[in-house]
């Protein structure tokens, strides 16, 4: 289907700014690769990727930005590909949101994966009501329209996510696209999606398939018998969304391995794992060197950047805390992709810290705030954290730290007092600060720490 005049400029417009921009960017990057310490650049020494899901309200936020850039090298759109957002109404189709995310990750030279061209979940109302054979019309035009703006731009797309059922039939699950156009859908937005971007990566994607039962054995099915016919796969991902009732099986990596062995790369897509300390960085750890020994494992997306925006956040399964402070999770990633566990590359000692804040007393025009600041699995000599406190408050005194300043006089960072830099692993020490709120009562917001 041809694309329009305005549209072709418009990605064209995308592409030129992104590409001057990741030239610009690339020699910025190269200088600081040798020092720098990313998970995006360890995954990189590897062959792979390492990114994550984003959305696109939450780039304008500093710390998430500056997260998202320094860690990672390639982003997913967490909601803004999926068909509500693209195709609300019939053939009226809104890219603003993804454009934001896709101009902001080709301009940083990551990869972009598209998620999702056909899936039951987020589909506006409108396309359960069809006919098959409208049914059939609308879904290959959303498959081409998408994949058209997109062109050139994506790695891989997720062309149909979560087709199969839960549980031990192996059956297909219900859905618009399944009920009335039966099993050939699939093999369908397939064949639709190589005509449209032949450069990009096709993928099925899902979840409750990352080790071997009834659910994974009939994709495998699926996909052993499209690689035997022709039907144009490429790639399988793996979503792994893990808590204690869907731990990582113990047959992650042969269960990777099985599908590679048919013909396709994998890809971990969605990946949280939700716990605490030492318990989650090992699982972590586990997964990432899962996909380092399946050769055809080209990368891990985990699902979100902060555990302040997961969709899962009281399980807190991401790779940083809601403060951006690098969890253990973090370092053991790090470390088993051959980093050295600390974020930007720290000073090769393991040191790290977190920061939480808690308010420890108000008044009407003031307030009391307190930092307690946690060694990690290290012991640290020296930390250092950003507060901003939101305008016009004024911080009128601080204590147990020592503040500098920016030159608009709302963020300090706070390095340790002379007398408490040196933690044990584990262990915490505190600083304060007086806050006059001048008619805003809004608390701090912590920037991420650092330790050495
Ligand atoms: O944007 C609206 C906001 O305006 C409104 O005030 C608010 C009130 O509920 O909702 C907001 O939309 C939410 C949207 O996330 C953005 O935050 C939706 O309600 C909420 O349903 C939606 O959840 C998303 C979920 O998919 C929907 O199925 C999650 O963010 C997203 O992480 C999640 O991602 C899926 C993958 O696509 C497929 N695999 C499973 C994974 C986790 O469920």
Not at 323 to 330: S, V
Not at 400 to 420: E, F, I, L, Q, R
């Amino acid at each position: 289907m041809a694309t329009s005049n305005r549209s072709r400029a418009r990605v064209a417009l995308r592409t030129g700014v992104a590409s001057i921009l990741a030239a610009v960017t690339v020699a910025a990057l190269s200088q600081t690769a040798a020092a720098a310490d990313s998970l995006g650049s360890a995954a990189a020494a590897k062959g792979r990727y390492f990114g994550a899901a984003v959305a696109a309200n939450h780039l304008g936020e500093t710390a998430y930005a500056s997260t998202l850039d320094r860690e990672f090298n390639q982003v997913t759109p967490e909601n803004e590909m999926k068909w509500d957002a693209t195709e609300s109404t019939r053939g009226s189709f809104t890219f603003s949101n993804a454009d934001q995310i896709v101009g902001h990750a080709l301009g940083k030279g990551m990869k972009v994966r598209g998620h999702t061209l056909v899936w039951h979940s987020q589909l506006p109302s409108w396309v359960s009501g069809l006919s098959a054979t409208d049914l059939r019309s609308a879904m290959n035009n959303h498959i081409t329209q998408v994949m058209e703006h997109y062109k050139g731009d994506i790695y891989a797309w997720d062309v149909v996510n979560e087709a199969f059922q839960d549980g031990g039939s192996g059956a297909r699950r219900s859905s618009p696209f399944q009920d009335k156009l039966g099993n050939g859908f699939i093999e369908e937005a397939f064949r639709t999606a190589r005509s449209v971007d032949p450069a990009a990566k096709l993928c099925y994607n899902d979840y409750n398939t990352d080790g071997v039962n009834a659910k994974s054995n009939a994709v495998y099915a699926m996909v052993k018998d499209f690689k035997a016919r022709g039907v144009p796969i490429d790639c399988v991902g793996f979503q792994s969304h893990f808590n204690s009732a869907s731990p990582v099986p113990s047959d992650y990596q042969a269960n990777l391995q099985r599908f590679a062995d048919l013909g396709v790369d994998v890809q971990i897509t969605e990946l949280d794992i939700e716990g605490s300390g030492t318990a989650q960085a090992t699982n972590y750890g586990n997964v990432v060197k899962a996909c380092l020994a399946v050769s055809r494992c080209t990368g891990i997306t985990v699902w979100g950047v902060t555990d302040k925006y997961s969709w899962r956040s009281s399980g807190t399964p991401l790779l940083f805390d809601s403060n951006y402070a690098a969890k253990p999770a973090y370092s053991a990633a790090l470390t088993a992709l051959g980093g050295s566990g600390t974020p930007g590359g720290g000073d090769g000692s393991g040191a790290t810290c977190s920061v939480s804040y808690t308010t420890s007393e108000a008044w009407n025009d003031g307030y009391n705030g307190k930092v307690t600041v946690t060694a990690g699995s290290s012991p640290i000599t020296a930390w250092s954290t950003g507060v901003t406190v939101p305008a016009p408050q004024k911080v009128v005194t601080t204590w147990n730290g020592s503040p500098s300043w920016d030159s608009g006089g709302t963020v300090m960072t706070v390095k340790n007092a002379a007398y408490n830099g040196s933690l044990a692993p584990g262990a915490s020490t505190s600083f304060g600060f007086t806050v006059q709120k001048n008619g805003n009562g809004a608390a701090p917001v912590l920037g991420a720490c650092t330790a050495s």
